[in-house]
């Protein structure tokens, strides 16, 4: 028993539910009402000193990417539950500047919701290497990151998938913080995500 308390020790668990109401009221066209549920849970944790990981899942709609929201609708069904994230990170502790993470992640860069959703869980691998500044100037720390997001693996074709980086640092000033940063990325082949039946991208 022990042993399994300091296995579950390790992790920690999360998890929220969410009833809420919604209207629709447009002049000209009929009222519409209605009620959504959203689920979460997950764990994540060490599995070692070295590494960390995480498993997350969540209701909402299999094609569409960027809600956990279901409708509580077509007569009293089942709603969908399914992988939101899972994801692996090597940050070993002999090198704290390195982390490398793998899998179905939440953002580990910089963005704003203009450049990519907030409900969006990117898939693929990420590298980052960050540097504290230990010294009296303005900059705290220097990051760099190494992005590589798989959106569309073809069978019968070429493979659709994003490649690039960030740079960023954390400037403080008194009491006075800022985190600039510069992102660029290639959308290699991005017709795949139109060409997509309305199931696929919601």
Not at 31 to 41: G, K, Y
Not at 101 to 110: D, I, M, P, R
Not at 137 to 164: H, M, R, V, W
């Amino acid at each position: 028993m022990s042993a399994l308390e300091s296995l579950v020790g390790r992790f920690r668990f999360n998890g929220d539910v969410r009833v809420r109401g919604e209207d629709f009221i447009q002049h000209g066209t009929q009222d519409r009402n209605r009620a959504r549920i959203r689920v979460r849970f997950g764990f994540d944790g060490s599995l070692n000193q070295d590494f960390f990981a995480g498993i997350a899942l969540a209701t909402g709609p299999l094609g569409d990417p960027t809600t956990t929201n279901e409708t509580l609708t077509n007569v009293f069904d089942r709603k969908t539950v399914a992988l939101d994230r899972g994801f692996i990170t090597y940050n070993p502790v002999a090198h704290k500047w390195l982390s490398l993470t793998g899998g179905k992640f939440a953002y580990t860069w910089q963005k704003t919701s203009v450049t990519f959703d907030p409900d969006l869980n990117p898939e693929g691998f990420n590298q980052k290497l960050s540097w504290d500044v230990h010294h009296a100037g303005p900059i705290k720390n220097f990051t760099l990151q190494g992005i590589e997001l798989l959106y569309n693996e073809s069978s019968g074709g070429q493979d659709s998938y994003a490649f690039g980086g960030q740079a960023s640092a954390k400037i403080q000033m008194g009491r006075w913080t800022a985190t600039p940063s510069f992102l660029s990325l290639k959308w290699n082949r991005p017709d795949a995500i139109l060409s997509q039946s309305a199931f696929a991208v919601g």
